[in-house]
């Protein structure tokens, strides 16, 4: 949201999303929802696509098809000279008592 005017959408995705209107020849309107509610949304047909920072993962794949438009590394900023020799992270994960995996470093 425009933190100047947040009845307004901005940002990379809204942006890619315009443009694939555009092209397209469709128009783009907005509906906010939860982060959780996003592929149901999609699912239901409440929504033609969803454009957000939703990662695509196997489990996600059984319910929608990705489309790739950017690949992205994370990083992180370590000291001038990386004095203590940060090279990289490892993750595991665990599951919680409702079987939900959280990944940790």
Request: charged share 25%.
């Amino acid at each position: 949201m425009d933190p100047k005017d947040p009845s307004k959408y901005i940002g990379l995705d809204i942006d890619l999303a315009e443009a694939l209107g555009s092209c397209l020849g469709f128009n783009v309107s907005y509906k906010p929802v939860a982060f959780a509610a996003l592929l149901p949304t999609l699912q239901s047909g409440q929504a033609d696509l969803v454009i957000s920072d939703i990662y695509a993962t196997k489990e996600r794949a059984k319910a929608a098809d990705f489309i790739t438009y950017s690949k992205v590394f994370d990083g992180v900023l370590v000291a001038k000279g990386n004095p203590k020799n940060i090279t990289g992270y490892q993750f595991f994960s665990t599951r919680d008592n409702r079987g939900r995996e959280h990944q940790f470093c």
